[in-house]
């Protein structure tokens, strides 16, 4: 937390300075009041000057006005430099995690990654503005308190040394019982969240095998749960609360009483006792209000670590110093992918993800990837726009090292499909249009009709304008596979990746589109992952990869002759006859 | 104090509802506690409040002891400085005594005293010290004040022990209150039917049933624990202040509608801002959320730059208006607290000029500032129940909805029960519509004998569940009968009837259990040798065992820790130990690895046999082998026939076949 809180709040320090001073004359202030009501009852009432009453009334006046423009003022400050420190640190942990690599992105995991940039930061924000204020102010009127009290009158402030650890130390019992109650509760909740979750999306199942008893045994166990440790935390309160206000009460009557000894011995002026009375309670309060809010600083200080994290992770993969020259190639030469004796494994890893991967890949040409799940085909072709790096190999595009390209031209060069379509939320020409901004509608279409996607396009109420939700979810699955599809080839790319893009189609849409694509993609080099095998037996050549190395190499023909693997999938899937 | 864990924002663009619901409970954001609501009104508020106070009905004995308790805590805490205030005036009494003492020596009577004031012209002082207890020559009466003290102390503490009481009971009637709510809103999903869950949004019914109850619970938390309290210190606070001084009163009661209008309005302004901070936070969260898992392709694409532009320019707009939120909010505080010290400092110079003209005693001013101080809060924190309680009976009505919805229609007294199953199933004149005007199923005349297949099939969104639908009544059929062994399924009770059936489904539903509970599934106080024979016959014996802690292995909800296949096979486990009769089947599409996708086929197959089986058919030798096969497309059945025969026809079917499995297409006529 310190690292975090430091470097993105000490260019507000200005501010800062000023948000303790004002809290620091609001204490003045607040404790000022009582000493101006003991000097109207000392000086003022037993005397009998009804003026001097009068006058000090109007200090009392002004004072309080002061106080309550220091308070706006302070408030005005603290929350913009408060909430200024939440929109820069969530800025740089965007910025940060933008420049990640795929890599990066694993070791925190996506869902966590947001968690990190939103509720994380909020939690911060949050803990600042309170720390801004209330946990500055708190300290400082607790202090200045006791001092008050001291001049008023010593002895009697010994009162406090008996009343305040007292406090403290139910406070801190209390807290200490709450911090488990709490997280207990919390997992209750989750619990009973969980169950619930179930039953709606297994509510077929549940129906299918009559299980509803079971299941309603399931959430009334978690209901009873949830319920009685909800029962104690409440009961916590309902202890809690009466008791501190009995503890605040017995101190008054208390002092009350012992006062009157210090009065009666003429030690202390009359009006000081009521003034005594009122710093004690400030004190009290004040003390109160740290002791509950710093139960809030550990989970502050957890999600400022979990975003410090984030912030201190340097990018394993950065733009070379000096890229290498493009190399002047016509366009019908671009593209040429050329895997060298590649390695590659997770960072910690063990074994090998992929090893001694060895292969051309050619303009103008497929080339299909196959295996079984866990054989690496997905990491291989990740490997080709960096998302991670070869750990030892290389590959080679154009005959150029990929890591001394700068990304930027690197991902120039590459039209991807992934495995899961992920849509952005926007209009259907506007996520044709996410690699090529200027593409016109012509080219849009152009790719829509490679992609099998023209009709159900032109058969949208808006065609092109039509609304996308988030992810894309408001089309179909085959749609938004499309539609990805199309949103690579309007980038016009040298190599095009299609990560097991095709499986959401139906066999007639696919080949479709592989007719259409070897139609009008002549020069590019097409990567094709697939599980089906009907959609790469046609390939030009076909890479079979079994546990991270390549076990055949050819065309459908060759491999069914030569291959174990290769035969093993396909008779999986087709009938010898149609295999053949 | 609401421990919310780190569960919050991933959902929120994809289920706009419960983002609001997260919202609503003002998750991560920082408000004063309780003041400030989120401006979501509920349709009929009146209605719906009712009904939510009228699930505290089977509380009300209870809740008129709490209000009981409630009272004599609140009559004792607001009584006590009263009492006080008689042993501030005896030791004030005191001082002046002492003082006096030297000024005129021991010896003088109050009266002299009053005389003397009177005639060295101080009129006032003579007034006030002829209003007090003196006791010239003596100092402070101890005694009496030890035995104020003691009254008091007393008094104190029989306050807390109230208040601990009533706190006690009222954590109570909250938690089973909210229990109650829980459990009869789980009762109900139970009875709803299918319809209800196929027609809204998971993530909706879902809010509904979390975060609006959650809502609800932490409302009723906050205001019941509060509200009788506060406004009981409102009234007693008021009464005594009456009693002490009519005039110094008024003058509060003037401050009265002023701070709770002030309160109320900044409330109402600040609620604006928040509103707009959480629909500006959702828009920066849903970015942050889309960027972050369309990662790779906004790199691939080029598209950086512009993502953190975006990203800009919401941050910047979220600043803005959380900035403004959290100012607006944060001077409430401060504003109430002027007001609270404008009152007090009238009652400073009133109280003291009362006082010093002897209208008043020293003890009940100091009484009056500690009830002028004790005011505040509890008009804080009914001027806020308003905006509160909005946010909540929105919930309630929401939750309430719910459980309104149509029921299905109850169960037969006397439910049919079919002892020995031989399999058969008729299909009578059986016709159903989801949407009262487009009929999908006519007349549908079908005879399945004892273990024969039925095949669906037909294009993705051809409705080839409603058949399972029906069959299961999961919903009703709108005319003729489905019979099983020639009695009528709607006879039976839909449990009965379910108990008949196997089902795997390719939505895959584990629930958070261990592998071996959620293959017991199929069949209650199933025993480890049947569970075992079940996962052999399934295939899922040899890759249970390969598990870290086998059968007792945790399913996570989104289980990572088996794959799609290996769950296929789980709830095909659980089908064998079910053991029915009948089976309905859902082919899966989805990429399977080719190992598991044989283990799949093998395990199926065998499942099928000598049972009589509705195949939602994806695969060519399903479709081949299977005795009947019903085409389905756009909801209705539009063909229906043998593999053969429908071939023959060149109809739906043919098109269909030929699309689908181009590269197997082989003329059969």
Redesign the interface.
């Given at each position: 937390m310190k690292t975090l809180l430091s470097k993105y709040l000490l260019p507000f320090w200005r501010s800062i300075a000023v948000i303790v001073v004002l809290l620091l004359v609001q204490a003045v202030a607040n404790l000022y009041l009582p000493t101006l009501n003991a000097k109207i009852i000392n000086n003022g009432i037993i005397p009998g000057d009804t003026g001097y009453i009068g006058t000090t009334g109007g200090y009392m006046l002004l004072v309080a006005v002061l106080q309550t423009a220091c308070a706006i003022m302070s408030t005005y400050i603290a929350a913009r430099t408060a909430m200024s420190f939440g929109r820069n640190v969530r800025g740089s942990l965007f910025r940060k995690v933008e420049s990640f690599s795929q890599a990066e992105v694993n070791k925190f995991g996506t869902p966590s990654l947001i968690t990190r940039g939103t509720n994380d930061v909020q939690q911060v924000q949050m803990m600042l503005v309170l720390g801004l204020s209330l946990l500055i102010f708190a300290p400082m009127m607790a202090i200045g308190g006791i001092i008050m009290a001291l001049r008023q009158d010593r002895p009697l402030s010994i009162s406090l040394a008996v009343i305040l650890p007292i406090m403290v130390a139910f406070l801190v019992v209390v807290i200490r019982m709450a911090i488990p109650l709490f997280k207990n509760m919390q997992k209750k909740v989750d619990r009973i969240n969980q169950v619930m979750r179930e039953t709606l999306t297994g509510v077929r199942v549940i129906r299918a095998f009559a299980r509803d008893k079971y299941e309603e045994r399931r959430f009334e166990e978690a209901n009873q749960d949830l319920t009685k440790i909800g029962l104690n935390v409440m009961r916590l309160f309902a202890v809690m609360f009466p008791t501190l206000f009995g503890i605040l009460n017995l101190a008054v009557v208390g002092i009350m009483f012992f006062g009157a000894y210090r009065i009666d011995s003429e030690n202390m002026e009359f009006g000081s006792l009521t003034a005594f009375i009122s710093y004690v309670m400030q004190i009290l309060f004040s003390v109160l209000m740290a002791t509950m809010l710093s139960a809030f600083i550990p989970r502050a200080a957890a999600s400022a670590t979990r975003i410090q994290e984030v912030l201190d992770v340097v990018p394993g993969i950065a733009d070379p110093d000096e890229p290498a020259p493009t190399p002047d190639l016509t366009d019908a030469l671009r593209g040429l992918v050329e895997f060298k004796d590649v390695e590659f494994r997770y960072p910690g890893a063990e074994d090998a993800v992929l090893s001694r991967i060895s292969f051309k890949a050619l303009p103008g040409q497929t080339t299909a990837i196959v295996g079984s799940t866990g054989s690496g085909k997905s990491t291989l072709i990740s490997l080709i726009p960096r998302l991670y790096d070869v750990t030892s190999g290389s590959i080679e595009i154009d005959g150029r090292d990929i890591r001394m390209m700068n990304r930027a031209e690197l991902w120039q060069h590459i039209g991807f499909v992934p495995q899961k379509a992920f849509l952005f939320s926007g209009t259907v020409a506007s996520n044709l249009r996410y690699g090529k901004e200027d593409a016109t509608e012509e080219e849009l279409w152009h790719a829509l009709d490679i992609a099998q996607g023209i009709e159900f396009v032109q058969a949208m109420p808006d065609g092109l304008d039509e609304p996308i939700a988030q992810g894309g979810t408001s089309v179909s699955g085959g749609q938004r596979q499309r539609l990805a599809i199309a949103r690579a080839l309007v980038k016009n790319a040298d190599v095009y990746i299609f990560d097991d893009s095709l499986s959401a189609l139906d066999f007639k849409t696919d080949s479709l589109l592989r007719a259409a694509l070897k139609r009008e993609v002549r020069d590019s080099t097409i990567i094709v992952v697939a599980q089906r095998v009907s959609s790469i037996m046609h390939a030009d050549q076909i890479i079979v990869l079994d546990e991270g190395t390549i076990v055949g190499l050819g065309t459908h023909q060759d491999l069914l002759q030569t291959c174990e693997t290769y035969q093993e999938i396909v008779y999986s899937q087709l009938s010898a006859e149609e295999a053949a | 104090?609401s421990?919310?864990?780190?569960?919050?924002?991933?959902q929120s663009?994809?289920a706009p509802a419960s983002q609001a619901a997260a919202a609503r409970r003002g998750q991560?954001?920082?408000g004063p506690p309780g003041l400030v609501g989120t401006g979501e009104k509920a349709k009929n508020f009146k209605g719906s409040f009712r009904r939510l106070l009228g699930q505290l009905r089977p509380e009300r004995k209870v809740l008129v002891v709490v209000v009981l308790l409630a009272a004599v805590?609140v009559s004792c805490?607001v009584g006590?400085p009263k009492v006080?205030a008689k042993?501030?005036d005896?030791?004030?009494g005191?001082?002046?005594s002492?003082?006096i003492n030297h000024y005129a020596g021991d010896v003088w009577t109050k009266d002299q005293v009053v005389q003397q004031l009177e005639a060295d012209g101080?009129h006032?002082?003579a007034q006030?010290v002829a209003s007090l207890d003196l006791r010239p020559g003596k100092?402070?009466d101890?005694g009496y004040?030890?035995r104020i003290?003691i009254i008091?102390?007393a008094i104190?503490?029989l306050?807390?022990?109230f208040?601990?009481l009533?706190?006690?009971l009222?954590?109570?009637i909250?938690?089973?209150t909210?229990?109650r709510l829980?459990?009869d809103v789980?009762?109900k999903?139970?009875r709803l039917p299918?319809a209800f869950?196929d027609g809204r949004a998971?993530g909706d019914?879902?809010s509904r049933?979390?975060n609006d109850i959650?809502n609800i619970?932490q409302t009723m938390?906050q205001v019941l624990?509060q509200i009788i309290s506060s406004f009981l210190t409102i009234i007693g606070v008021l009464g005594l202040m009456f009693w002490i001084s009519p005039l110094l009163a008024v003058i509060s009661l003037v401050v009265l509608p002023v701070s709770a209008g002030l309160a109320m309005l900044i409330a109402k302004r600040s609620q604006k801002q928040f509103a707009l901070q959480w629909e500006r936070?959702g828009d920066?969260?849903?970015h942050?959320?889309?960027?972050?898992?369309?990662?790779?392709?906004?790199?691939?694409?080029?598209?950086?730059n512009e993502?953190?532009a975006v990203?800009?320019d919401q941050?910047?707009e979220?600043?803005d208006a959380?900035?403004r939120a959290?100012?607006i909010s944060?001077?409430i505080?401060?504003?109430m607290?002027?007001v609270s010290?404008?009152n007090?400092?009238a009652v400073?110079?009133l109280g003291?000029?009362r006082?010093?003209?002897g209208t008043m005693s020293?003890g009940d001013v100091?009484a009056f500032?500690q009830y002028v101080q004790q005011f505040g809060q509890p008009i804080t924190q009914v001027a806020s129940v308003a905006n509160v309680l909005q946010s909540a009976v929105a919930s309630a009505e929401r939750v309430f909805e719910m459980l309104d919805e149509a029921e299905e229609s109850p169960d037969p007294v006397k439910s049919a029960v079919l002892r020995e199953v031989a399999g058969r199933i008729t299909f009578e004149n059986v016709s159903f519509r989801y949407v009262p005007d487009t009929p999908l199923i006519d007349n549908l005349n079908l005879d399945v004998l004892p273990g024969q297949t039925v095949a669906i099939v037909g294009?993705?969104?051809a409705g080839k569940t409603t058949l399972v639908n029906l069959l299961?009544r999961?919903y009703e059929i709108d005319g003729g009968t489905i019979a099983i062994d020639g009695v009528d399924t709607r006879s039976m009770a839909?449990?009965?009837l379910?108990?008949l059936?196997g089902?795997v489904?390719q939505d895959a539903?584990l629930?958070?259990g261990t592998i071996r509970d959620n293959i017991a599934?199929?069949r209650?106080g199933a025993t480890q040798e049947q569970i075992q024979a079940a996962a052999e016959a399934a295939h899922v014996h040899h890759f249970a065992r390969t598990l870290p802690e086998g059968y007792d292995t945790k399913m996570e909800?989104d289980s990572t820790n088996i794959?799609q296949?290996e769950r296929q096979l789980l709830t095909i486990a659980?089908a064998f130990l079910?053991d029915p009769q009948i089976l309905?089947l859902d082919e899966a599409t989805s990429?399977?690895?080719?190992?598991?996708?044989?283990l799949i086929q093998r395990a199926m197959a065998r499942l099928l046999k000598g049972r009589t089986s509705f195949v939602i058919a994806h695969r060519?030798s399903t479709i081949r082998d299977a005795d009947v096969i019903l085409v389905m497309n756009q909801g209705a059945i539009v063909e229906q026939g043998t593999h053969q025969e429908l071939l023959c026809n060149r109809g739906f079917y043919y098109d269909l076949y030929n699309?689908?499995?181009?590269?197997?297409a082989i003329d059969v006529c």
């Open positions: - | 104090m421990a919310k864990g780190e569960r919050t924002s991933r663009k994809r991560g954001h920082f805590a805490q006590a006080l042993a501030t005896a030791i004030f005191g001082a002046i002492r003082q101080q006032d002082r006030m100092g402070v101890f004040v030890g003290v008091v102390t104190y503490l306050s807390s022990l208040a601990w009533q706190g006690f009222m954590a109570g909250v938690q089973r909210v229990y829980r459990r789980d009762a999903v139970a299918l869950f998971r019914i879902l049933l979390t959650d619970q938390q624990t936070t920066l969260n849903g942050v959320e889309e960027m972050f898992t369309g990662h790779n392709i906004v790199k691939i694409f080029g598209r950086q993502a953190i990203f800009d941050n910047a979220l600043f959380s900035f959290q100012f944060g001077i505080m401060p504003v607290m002027f010290n404008l007090y400092v400073c110079v003291g000029l006082v010093a003209s020293i100091t500032i294009p993705t969104g299961m999961f839909r449990s009965e379910r108990h059936f089902m489904l539903w629930f958070s599934y199929g209650e909800e794959s296949g659980r079910a309905i990429s399977v690895d080719t190992r598991t996708e044989v060519l699309s689908q499995f181009a590269e197997a």
